[in-house]
C-alpha cells in the first residue's frame, strides 16, 4: 500500500515546527559596505551538540513526481541548511517525531530565493532538487559519533502532485 502526500508551498509559518525558511526579509535588518549591501541577519539557528559547523557541497540528482518517500532520516548532533547555489527548487519532506519514529510526513516545494535550515533531530527525506539536477552548499555539524539515523516505511509515501502557489 502506498500513501499520497501533496507538496505545499514552502511558508516559513508552515515549515516552523521542523526549522527555518531562509529568505529575505521585506527589508534588510542592515546596510552595510558602504549603503552597497543589505545584510538579513540571522536566519536560522545552528544547533549543534558537539563538533563544529562545516560547509559542504552536495551536487544532487533530480527529482519528479511521483516522488516516492520510502525513508526518512535525522540528525540528532546538529542541525542542517540547505541553500541552493543553482537556483533550483527542493521538494522537501519533513515529519514530526512520534516517540522516536516519524510520524505523518508532509512536503513542501521551495521557491526562489528559498533555503531552508533543518533543526537538529527532524526527521526528513533525502535532498531533492526538483524536475532539475542542483547544487546546494550544506551547513552542517562536523564531529566525532553517530549523527545519521534513518527510519524506513513498511508502506512508502509518494508525493503525487504540488498545490497551487497562491499570489501574497
Given at each position: 500500500m502506498t500513501r499520497e502526500l501533496i507538496a505545499q508551498p514552502l511558508t516559513a509559518?508552515?515549515?516552523a515546527p521542523f526549522g527555518e525558511v531562509l529568505e529575505p526579509?521585506?527589508?534588510?535588518?542592515?546596510?552595510?559596505?558602504q549603503g552597497k549591501c543589505g545584510r538579513h541577519h540571522d536566519l536560522a539557528q545552528l544547533d549543534?551538540?558537539?563538533?563544529?559547523a562545516g560547509i559542504s557541497l552536495f551536487d544532487a540528482e533530480a527529482r519528479t513526481l511521483p516522488h516516492k518517500v520510502d525513508m526518512v532520516e535525522r540528525h540528532p548532533e546538529g542541525s542542517q541548511a540547505f541553500v541552493p547555489v543553482t537556483g533550483v527548487p527542493i521538494l522537501v519532506v519533513v515529519a514530526p517525531d512520534?516517540?522516536?519514529?516519524?510520524?505523518t510526513p508532509r512536503a513542501f516545494l521551495s521557491q526562489p530565493g528559498q533555503s531552508i535550515n533543518l533543526h537538529r533531530g527532524v526527521w526528513?527525506?533525502?535532498?531533492?532538487p526538483f524536475e532539475a539536477p542542483g547544487q546546494y552548499?550544506?551547513?552542517?555539524?562536523?564531529?566525532?559519533g553517530a549523527n545519521l539515523e534513518?527510519?524506513?516505511?513498511d508502506d512508502p509515501w509518494i508525493?503525487?502532485?504540488?498545490?497551487a502557489q497562491t499570489e501574497g
Amino acid at each position: 500500500m502506498t500513501r499520497e502526500l501533496i507538496a505545499q508551498p514552502l511558508t516559513a509559518a508552515d515549515f516552523a515546527p521542523f526549522g527555518e525558511v531562509l529568505e529575505p526579509k521585506a527589508q534588510p535588518d542592515k546596510l552595510i559596505n558602504q549603503g552597497k549591501c543589505g545584510r538579513h541577519h540571522d536566519l536560522a539557528q545552528l544547533d549543534f551538540a558537539d563538533g563544529r559547523a562545516g560547509i559542504s557541497l552536495f551536487d544532487a540528482e533530480a527529482r519528479t513526481l511521483p516522488h516516492k518517500v520510502d525513508m526518512v532520516e535525522r540528525h540528532p548532533e546538529g542541525s542542517q541548511a540547505f541553500v541552493p547555489v543553482t537556483g533550483v527548487p527542493i521538494l522537501v519532506v519533513v515529519a514530526p517525531d512520534k516517540d522516536g519514529t516519524p510520524g505523518t510526513p508532509r512536503a513542501f516545494l521551495s521557491q526562489p530565493g528559498q533555503s531552508i535550515n533543518l533543526h537538529r533531530g527532524v526527521w526528513h527525506g533525502v535532498l531533492a532538487p526538483f524536475e532539475a539536477p542542483g547544487q546546494y552548499i550544506v551547513i552542517d555539524r562536523i564531529g566525532e559519533g553517530a549523527n545519521l539515523e534513518e527510519h524506513w516505511f513498511d508502506d512508502p509515501w509518494i508525493v503525487t502532485k504540488v498545490a497551487a502557489q497562491t499570489e501574497g
